[in-house]
């Protein structure tokens, strides 16, 4: 029987145009891009088009968009120039952030960075007043907020637009990760007023290894990575030229299909939540899944016993993908630092299903019959 994979918040299955797309990139532009003679200008005005692409389905201006080799690079990119370059002396962030943001503070904080967490709800939303109280306190020094738009392990997620705004009126600079929500919910920085925007194409069915940053032009930060002046400047080495297209790729079809994709992604999730519900009493869902969250996430938790322990181990050998919480923690044993901040003390087992237009009722319905046995 094929395997079932509800994973798709850890990594997404390439895209086959996308892979076709690279392919062609791989065999026809040998060149490096930085080269003068016509091999490199090839390969420059091919990343060119893949730059212009990204920046128009954001409405930003190609300038400001850089490419990284991930994520998390970029969340580091965003981070650590606010505070070297840019006179940051205190971020307001949140528990529940991605570690990629959560160990750049707390790095950022040895070197005397001052970090305030804001007041969360067990559902993971923010606590907007507080945030506010955070923001207009008196005298703190030049501030950045950063706080990610869907969280990646219960996927609730952050009002965008009106945080921006908050944080325009009082001249504090605002990142916001935007891994999770990077094609699946549209970003328009003409009328956002954001500074720092995250994407990585693994999320979207591009490839893994690329991503990207978006910096709003007023801001001027310095080299992330020194070298060669790729990036026009901002990070050196020659650029991943079948990535960059891979993601802009990836991303133009994900731009294209979002509506479709999210009735199909709705139609398995909710059946999962009814089905769930029906066959294992006393099953919970965290976060706020029905309310403002990434649609395709559902955190479930499960009575604690024995057997549930053993749940992802046990849904793993019966041919179903699922994760324990982030992929970068499901490796370990270090638990969800997710849900202990929300719901510290809880021994429940939780899993994190996360899906894909590729999914279906049909796989629902396996994995529930899979689950009565091993709950
Ligand atoms: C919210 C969030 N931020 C950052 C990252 C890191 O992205 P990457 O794997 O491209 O480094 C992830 C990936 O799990 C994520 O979910």
Avoid at 192 to 207: C, M, Q, V
Avoid at 245 to 272: F, N, P, S, Y
Wanted: include cysteine; hydrophobic fraction near 40%.
């Amino acid at each position: 029987m094929d395997r079932i994979y509800f994973d798709n918040a850890a990594t997404t299955p390439v895209d086959p145009r996308v892979a076709q797309e690279m392919a062609k990139v791989l065999m026809e532009y040998p060149g490096n891009p930085s080269s003068i003679h016509r091999e490199g200008r090839t390969a420059r005005t091919r990343i060119e088009q893949a730059r212009k692409e990204i920046a128009q389905l954001l409405h930003a201006s190609i300038g400001e968009i850089f490419f990284t080799s991930c994520g998390t690079e970029s969340n580091n990119m965003a981070l650590k120039c606010s505070v070297r370059d840019l006179g940051v002396r205190r971020i307001i962030s949140a528990r529940t952030e991605h570690h990629a943001v959560l160990h750049c503070l707390d790095r950022l904080e040895t070197e005397g960075v001052i970090i305030d967490y804001v007041r969360q709800e067990s559902s993971g939303h923010i606590d907007l007043e507080h945030l506010k109280v955070l923001m207009d306190q008196k005298d703190a020094p030049k501030t950045l907020v950063s706080l990610m738009h869907a969280n990646n392990e219960i996927g609730t997620m952050l009002p965008l637009h009106q945080v921006a705004e908050w944080c325009a009126a009082r001249d504090i600079l605002f990142h916001s990760d935007t891994v999770q929500t990077m094609g699946y919910f549209p970003i328009d920085v003409s009328n956002t007023p954001i500074h720092f925007l995250t994407g990585s194409a693994h999320k979207f069915y591009g490839p893994k290894g690329i991503g990207f940053i978006y910096i709003n032009s007023n801001n001027q930060i310095k080299p992330f990575i020194d070298g060669g002046s790729q990036e026009r400047n901002m990070r050196a080495g020659t650029e991943n030229i079948t990535g960059i297209v891979g993601m802009a790729e990836a991303l133009k079809l994900k731009w294209g299909a979002r509506d479709k994709h999210k009735q199909q992604i709705r139609t398995v999730r909710d059946h999962l939540a009814k089905r769930l519900q029906a066959a294992i009493p006393g099953v919970t869902f965290n976060g706020d899944p029905f309310g403002d969250s990434h649609y395709k996430i559902l955190s479930v938790s499960f009575p604690a016993s024995a057997k549930s322990e053993l749940l992802l181990f046990n849904l793993d050998i019966s041919g179903i993908s699922v994760s324990g919480g982030s992929a970068c923690t499901s490796g370990s044993d270090a638990g969800s630092h997710v849900l202990d901040a929300l719901m510290p003390g809880d021994i429940r087992t939780t899993i994190r299903f996360s899906f894909s237009h590729h999914n279906t009722v049909e796989e629902i319905d396996r994995l529930i019959e899979v689950l009565v046995k091993h709950v």
